[in-house]
């Protein structure tokens, strides 16, 4: 079957079985490699992409619901030559980067929290965290960068 | 349960009428989809998945919630939108039970039809709710429309006829009611219940409460309604000590399953605590705190 998506305000059109997940349509359809197959069942927020206006698990999204909304990956976040995302920045500032597998998914969920909340505190950073699991950090340093770019972007505002 | 021989099709509906068609006519080889968080990890359970797949969410009947009493919720409102649901303290536990369900990244696509569909999952925490609400379900098969009790529903939910689709949940909510809902899971949130725990009562004016409604989720392997424990909470009011003493009536009245995360005997010797839970959580809009 063929579909038609918005990835990152482009359209693609790919011919793949519908219920493909997304991410292995980001991944092998379209090359777009920041979204991980960290657990494939949903566990581990690595494949976090933004549809429409929320968060969701692409490992677990059938490609055939996601033609609707405007899909975005951590590919989008910053334009290409440009700066990086001051959550990114913020990310890589704190220590909140060691293997990377998390990153992409870390990026997605924290910039959907700031988007909502511009203001969060420790507590509701790790409660946004909640799907995103990190084996390196052990989190403390993710929490400082998102409190960090958060700052960064209201200076910015 | 049908072989696969080649991909699963996903074809999208328009219209209530249509899903139930297509199902009608495709029968064992199809089945709904919603935000297909169940159906995708069929295969991780070991379970094939059908041919055709009905795709629910170009339907906006689903997505609708409509009515003050009952609240009629479309069966594609996410788990999301019901942790964020309008309407009075009665409805408070389904909207505890969704916030604290799975994660941000399930619970923006997860569905009350789908938490009430998937068959075997055992660990599902609107169901519960659902059962101390009251909720009926409005259904939608090839002879038309029809309303059943939840607790109809699940208990032939294995068998349901092909065709057959929920198109909402109809929540009674009378003012003198209020609820509450407790999970326990091993490490914080995002994990799957031990054992959870939906109390829903009625009160007096002098706070008596008159009527109550207990259900017990990931103990048996289908959630259910305890009537000890709704006898135990009757005639006095709502208190740390009714709560315990209706957890201990629920942990006798049930038949508790052993798994992997908790040994039988567990998810019952848990349930005075969750109960108590419950009950501090009634009437209290608490869903921003943890689990
Ligand atoms: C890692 C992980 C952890 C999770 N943890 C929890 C948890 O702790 N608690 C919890 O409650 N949920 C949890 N969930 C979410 C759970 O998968 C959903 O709650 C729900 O059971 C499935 O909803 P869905 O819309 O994705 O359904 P789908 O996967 O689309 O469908 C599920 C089943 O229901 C059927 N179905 C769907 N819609 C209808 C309908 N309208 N009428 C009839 N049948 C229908 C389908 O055919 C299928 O059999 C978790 C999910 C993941 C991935
Ligand atoms: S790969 Fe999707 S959640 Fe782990
Ligand atoms: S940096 Fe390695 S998993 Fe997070």
Known sequence: MSYELSVNGRRESV???????????????????GAKKGCAEGRCGACTVRLGDRTVASCLLPVAVATDEPI???????????PLHPVQEALLECGGVQCGACTPGMVMTLCDLLEADPDPDAQSVRQALVGNICRCTGYHKIVEAALSAAAALREAR | MSIVLTRPEVRHASSVEEAVGWLAELGAGAAPLAGGTWVMRAEQRGEPLTQTYVALGRVPELRAVTGTDPVVVGALTTHTALAGLAGPPALDALRQAAHHSAFPQVRNVATLGGNIGARGFVEADLVPALLALEARLVLAGP???????????????????????????????????RSGYARLTVRGGGEYAIASVAISVDAAADGTVTDARVAVGSVEPLARRCPAAEAALRGAPLSAVTARAAGAAAAAECSPRSGLDAPGWYRTAVLPGLFERAATRAGHDVVTTEA
């Open chain 1, 72 to 82: 975005s990956t951590v590919e989008g976040v910053a334009a290409p030559d440009g």
């Open chain 2, 143 to 177: 002879d038309g429309r029809a309303t059943v009790d939840l607790t109809n529903y699940l208990a032939d939910r294995d068998a349901r006829p092909a065709g057959e689709i929920i198109v909402a949940a109809e929540l009674p909510v009378a003012t003198t009611r």
């Open chain 1, 15 to 33: 011919d793949v079985p519908g219920m493909t997940p997304l991410l292995d349509v980001l991944r092998d359809e379209l090359s777009l490699r």
